[in-house]
Nanobody, 124 residues
Framework: QVQLVESGGGLVQAGGSLRLSCAAS????????MAWFRQAPGKEREFVAA????????DYADSVKGRFTISRDNAKNTLYLQMNGLKPEDTAVYSC?????????????????WGQGTQVTVSS
């Protein structure tokens, strides 16, 4: 079965950058979509970005478009989220997720596997 482990979160000042990683194991991801979601205290889980593992087709939430970049390293089975120009409103627990192709990439219910999350805190 698929296991996902996030890393790379931390505390950063507004305008700074972080790169999150999500190490995947247990299954080949050639037929998967992988995504990043985030959830701030008291708020619903929010879609951030998704990537088709095979084609590299990407999708971004409007709130992060132009600032965040999702990518993957096939050899390492690792998903990345490069976050630039961070804002205090980006503060949240960021989780990676994996699910089969053919579903809505922006819906959390489309994903069957989830990591435990990594905290990103952006100070002003």
């Amino acid at each position: 079965q698929v296991q996902l482990v996030e890393s790379g979160g931390g505390l950063v000042q507004a305008g700074g950058s972080l790169r999150l990683s999500c190490a995947a194991s247990g299954r080949t991801f050639s037929n998967y979509v992988m995504a990043w979601f985030r959830q701030a205290p008291g708020k619903e889980r929010e879609f951030v970005a998704a990537i088709n593992w095979r084609t590299s087709t990407t999708d971004y939430a409007d709130s992060v478009k132009g600032r965040f970049t999702i990518s993957r390293d096939n050899a390492k089975n690792t998903l990345y989220l490069q976050m630039n120009g961070l804002k205090p409103e980006d503060t949240a627990v960021y989780s990676c997720a994996a699910g089969p192709t053919g579903r809505s990439t922006r819906s959390s219910t489309s994903y069957d596997y989830w990591g435990q999350g990594t905290q990103v805190t952006v100070s002003s």
